[in-house]
């Protein structure tokens, strides 16, 4: 089987959203969450979905989901203090329903852009490599400052290569990983392929797609609108000329 297990348990400080997490915000008529679920709870490739969710807000995001008739939600879970403890709490509730082959998608709750063929190709690499992270080339320089102010490398561009999620694992790969940070001591990696990668392990990447945005900033929440703005008017006008109007 195939779970998607979306984290939405930060409160989006970089968006200085002060009254609602960004998660909530509505993006052309509808919460950015909710298009986020959407894309995995119609694919036909996903059987259930699990989500980690601000405590206070699992209520609101129930309320949402029987609003939008969003299917396959199996469980709401709450997040955690950071971005790992909160996708630890949704795998362990995956785990509580699942097979250690089962695969699971790990994304967060804001790219509500992430594409159907996105989605089958991770997890078609998720089942014959055990891991897949989408990831985009660098097309800009990347220098290296430890201080933000002294530049002391170059990175080489051809080989730098942006994240983007979901991430795919087999359930038994990445519950060890989760299981050997805490053994570890490790305590907030930044995502599950920086994890696996800080325990040694390589991980299976492919190309993912740049429309495939996380929404974190004022900037990402621009370009979101504006997407949806030209997709409608988009269609209006291809509507029109179909018509002869």
């Known amino acids: 089987m195939v779970y ?5 348990g930060g409160v989006g400080a970089r968006m200085k959203s002060v009254t609602i997490p960004k998660q909530f915000i509505e993006v052309d008529g509808k919460p950015i969450i909710i298009r986020t679920l959407e894309n995995f709870c119609y694919h036909p490739m996903v059987d259930k979905i699990v989500v980690s969710c601000l405590e206070d807000w699992i209520d609101e995001l129930w ?17 955690g203090e950071n971005g790992h403890q909160s996708i630890h709490n949704g795998l362990v509730e995956v785990q509580h329903m699942s097979q250690p082959d089962d695969i699971v998608l790990i994304c967060d709750g804001v790219r509500p852009l992430v594409s159907e ?8 690499a998720a089942m014959k490599y055990e891991t897949a992270v989408p990831v985009t080339p660098s097309i800009d320089s990347v220098l290296a400052s430890n201080d933000g102010e002294n530049c002391c490398q170059s990175m080489p561009r051809g080989s730098m290569w942006i994240t983007q999620a979901p991430q795919g694992y087999t359930m038994r790969k990445i519950m060890w990983a989760h299981d050997e940070a805490e053994h570890r001591n490790i305590l907030n990696p930044i995502s599950s ?3 696996l990668i800080e325990l040694g392990e390589t991980i299976h990447i492919f190309i993912g797609d740049r429309e495939n945005i ?3 900033t004022q900037e990402d929440l621009r370009y979101l609108r504006s997407y949806y703005y030209y997709d409608r008017y988009k269609n209006f006008a291809d509507e029109e000329c179909k018509y002869g109007l």
Do not use: Q
């Open 4 to 8: 998607a297990m979306i984290f939405a």
């Open 193 to 195: 392929s920086e994890l």
């Open 214 to 216: 996380k929404v974190t």
């Open 117 to 124: 063929k996105l989605i089958t190709e991770c997890i078609d």
């Open 63 to 79: 309320r949402l989901i029987n609003k939008y008739h969003i299917p396959n939600v199996a469980s709401i879970v709450p997040g």
